[in-house]
């Protein structure tokens, strides 16, 4: 649970981590959010997780990634989503969506959302090899 005085002061703090994350967007994902079945602490200590981790762009994946939440706190979450396209993978990590940006078919913030932009194809992220290198296929 999130009361008032805590979602303003953690939507102030996730600003300052964050300035791109504004504290009235942050509010309004909080107050959303504010029935969440997990102390404070949690909701905080999973909150600046997720505004630390430079991959992370947009501020909803805090309570939808299970990756920033303590152990404890993981089983009260909510399910996660799934990927509207791919709906046997979490829309938050959809290896399939993750494929489609390696090959430069998806940019990197449309993964878990579905449709894929029209246009002309996106060039694969700079590190791609490096990322190819180090997760061989599994049928070879
Ligand atoms: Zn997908």
Redesign the pocket.
């Known amino acids: 649970m999130i009361n008032q005085t805590q979602a303003q002061a953690l939507a102030t703090l996730l600003n300052q981590i964050r300035p791109r994350w504004s504290t009235a967007s942050m509010m309004t994902i909080l107050q959303k959010n504010h029935g969440i079945p997990a102390p404070f602490g949690d909701v905080a200590a999973a909150a600046i997780a997720a505004a630390r981790d430079a991959t992370v762009l947009t501020p909803g994946l805090i309570f939808t990634d299970p990756r920033f939440w303590p152990e404890a706190a993981k089983a009260k979450l909510p399910p996660s989503p799934k990927?509207p396209?791919?709906p046997e993978?979490d829309a938050h990590h959809?290896r399939?969506?993750l494929a489609d940006v390696i090959a430069g078919d998806r940019e990197p913030d449309a993964?878990?959302k579905g449709q894929q932009r029209p246009g002309k194809p996106h060039p694969p992220p700079p590190n791609w090899r490096t990322w190819r290198d180090t997760h061989p296929p599994l049928d070879t």
């Open positions: 990927c396209e791919h993978e959809c399939a969506c993964v878990g």
